[in-house]
């Protein structure tokens, strides 16, 4: 069991994240459970900088973004282009996200290496 304390009306847990009551925002959110691809994209001051790509894990999407688990942290509004999988098994579409926010898992590797939970929002 994950102690719990009360703030302000936000649940905190040891982990230090909040937790809200209302479900208000998550209501439309599916669970989705695949290996995606993305690619991180290059800041505009440095095109000579090297595309990362890699693959995460969908945990679940929204028409207004996605969360996945990555073995690594990405910056605080990076761009990354998602290979998000569609009802074709085939198709993947490429959709452009930033990321919104990141949290560490509090178990596995204690040497700052992932695994992270990351908040992506699509970009229209």
């Known amino acids: 069991m994950i102690p719990l304390q ?3 009306g936000v649940t905190q847990t040891e982990w230090g994240w909040p937790m809200t009551d209302s479900q ?3 209501s439309e959110r599916a669970a989705l459970l695949r290996p995606i691809l993305y690619e991180m994209t290059t800041p505009v001051e440095d095109p000579s900088a090297s595309i990362h790509s890699g693959k ?3 945990l679940n999407i ?3 973004g996605m969360l996945v688990l990555m073995d690594q942290v990405p ?3 990076q761009v ?3 290979y998000v999988p569609t009802p074709i098994t085939a198709a993947e579409t490429p959709t452009l996200a930033e990321v919104r926010w990141t949290r560490k898992l509090p178990f596995g ?3 700052g290496a992932g695994p992270y939970f990351v908040g992506l929002k699509f970009m229209f």
Request: hydrophobic share 30%.
């Open 62 to 64: 929204s028409s207004g």
């Open 80 to 82: 990354l282009k998602v």
């Open 6 to 8: 009360r703030r302000h």
């Open 75 to 77: 910056a605080i509004e």
């Open 56 to 58: 995460a894990l969908s």
């Open 24 to 26: 208000k925002s998550h």
């Open 109 to 111: 590797r204690n040497n």
